[in-house]
């Protein structure tokens, strides 16, 4: 199974600066997966990050707040920009990973928890 | 299109007692169907997972769910609670396999508390 490690695990950021977060794998996976799980709520896709391609953003989501890059087939990184107190929220990277013929899993990394003051 | 309707957001068992979480879908496809868990501060991990073959899936820790069409259910049970199993429960829905499930589409989170 693909292990995931984020980077940083929390942080508490003021309003109005950006956070880098990092995601990398332990093997090389075509389909990862950037998701935000807001205080109660459940998780939602921001967007789905290939290598050498744009990243595609869900409905309500845009690159200029979340730009998102996918270097190569092991490492991404998502931007949360100019942030506001409503972007606190747990990321979560993901990626798809083929387990055998026509099987796959998806597995999630820890998380970031992120608090906007 | 594609959606996940968890039936109850919290869910109260004894030790002992059995488990069930509801969980109903909608899909314009034919869906791929997974149970995660979440415990507290704790990472996602993969119950079990339904890819159109036996629509009883057996997952880890004792969980099973059973697939059922005609009712677009895929709820989740175990024969005997363990105070290991408070967490959170996710059913998530995803286009079906062939070359990759892609997008997966969370429910909304069933909290499941057991009394000693």
């Known amino acids: 199974s693909a292990v995931i490690s984020q980077k940083p695990s929390r942080d508490i950021c003021q309003r109005g600066t950006s956070l880098t977060i990092q995601c990398q794998v332990d093997?090389?996976?075509?389909?990862m997966f950037w998701y935000r799980q807001q205080p109660g709520q459940s998780l939602t896709l921001i967007a789905t990050a290939n290598q050498g391609s744009e990243a595609t953003y869900e409905s309500g989501f845009v690159i200029d707040k979340f730009p998102i890059s996918r270097p190569n087939l092991t490492f991404s990184t998502l931007t949360v920009s100019n942030m506001s107190p409503e972007d606190s929220s747990i990321y979560l990277c993901s990626v798809e990973d083929q387990t055998g013929p026509l099987a796959y899993e998806q597995y999630f990394g820890p998380g970031t928890r992120l608090t906007v003051t | 299109a594609q959606s996940v309707t968890q039936l109850d957001s919290h869910v109260s068992v004894s030790e002992g007692t059995p488990v069930l979480l509801r969980c109903n879908y909608s899909?314009?496809?034919?869906?791929?169907l997974f149970w995660y868990v979440q415990h507290p501060n704790k990472g996602l991990q993969l119950l079990l997972k339904y890819t159109s073959a036996a629509t009883l899936v057996k997952g880890i820790n004792g969980f099973e769910a059973e697939f059922k069409k005609s009712e677009t259910s895929f709820h989740l049970t175990k024969p005997s609670a363990h105070m290991s199993d408070a967490a959170e429960y996710f059913c998530v829905v995803s286009r079906a396999g062939g070359t990759s499930y892609g997008k997966l589409t969370f429910g909304q989170g069933t909290i499941l508390t057991v009394h000693p």
């Open positions: 899909s314009s496809y034919s869906p791929s």
């Open positions: 093997s090389q996976v075509t389909m």
